[in-house]
Nanobody, 120 residues
Framework: QVQLVESGGGLVQAGGSLRLSCAAS????????VGWFRQAPGKEREFVAN????????NYADSVKGRFTISRDNAKNTVYLQMNSLKPEDTAVYYC?????????????WGQGTQVTVSS
């Protein structure tokens, strides 16, 4: 069993930056791929970025390419999402999720989410 806890959300002005963290319990986390997703009010959850177990394979949604960077520190059981040049449309609850299966990923474990609000 893996438990995921997101942190780092908050209120930021447009153009600002935030770094989200996804901290995991369980030694096997280092072998899991991890994805970030977000859900804005009244909208469906959408994919943001993912990273494989070693950090060698990264994928991003077109809407965040060039602005967001996903990374991981397996020694700390943590995956990060660095978000730069934030826009009001990035406002959402951000979730991390872990996939036991390799690519294509199937997310088995989810965190509780962290709120990101970008003011104009």
């Amino acid at each position: 069993q893996v438990q995921l806890v997101e942190s780092g959300g908050g209120l930021v002005q447009a153009g600002g930056s935030l770094r989200l963290s996804c901290a995991a319990s369980g030694r096997t986390f280092v072998s899991y791929a991890v994805g970030w997703f977000r859900q804005a009010p009244g909208k469906e959850r959408e994919f943001v970025a993912n990273i494989n177990w070693s950090g060698s394979r990264l994928n991003y949604a077109d809407s965040v390419k060039g602005r967001f960077t996903i990374s991981r520190d397996n020694a700390k059981n943590t995956v990060y999402l660095q978000m730069n040049s934030l826009k009001p449309e990035d406002t959402a609850v951000y979730y991390c999720a872990a996939s036991v299966k390799g690519f294509p990923y199937e997310y088995d474990y989810w965190g509780q989410g962290t709120q990101v609000t970008v003011s104009s």
